[in-house]
């Protein structure tokens, strides 16, 4: 059973900095594209930032030189750096494991909240 467990959420003030971490249980971890998404009350999940399986990383227009994902494959793990942070980020924000095969595989954690807020 695939599980991704997120932690690292919590309250900031405005201009803060976290960091999330999001363990896989997947033993091909590396062969997976990973990615962060946030889902705000009332909106839709939206994509954060990605990276890829070679380490090729992408990001929302509103977080770019903000937010740094990274990946350890030894570990599992996949990291959302969040830095001079604002309070229209504040959300749930889940991990994304997925890959397309021989049929498509698409995992997500169960979420963590991130507050900004003075």
């Known amino acids: 059973q695939v599980q991704l467990v997120e932690s690292g959420g919590g309250l900031v003030q405005p201009g803060g900095s976290l960091r999330l971490s999001c363990v896989a249980s997947i033993s091909t971890f590396s062969t997976y594209n990973m990615a962060w998404y946030r889902q705000a009350p009332g909106k839709q999940r939206q994509l954060v930032a990605g990276?890829?399986?070679?380490?090729?990383?992408t990001y929302a227009d509103s977080v770019k030189g903000r937010f740094t994902i990274s990946r350890d494959s030894a570990k599992n793990t996949v990291y959302l750096q969040m830095n001079s942070l604002k309070p229209e980020d504040t959300a749930v924000y889940y991990c994304?494991?997925?890959?397309?095969?021989?049929?498509?595989?698409?995992?997500w954690g169960q979420g963590t909240q991130v507050t900004v807020s003075s």
């Open positions: 990276i890829s399986k070679i380490g090729t990383t």
């Open positions: 994304n494991a997925k890959k397309v095969s021989v049929g498509v595989y698409d995992y």
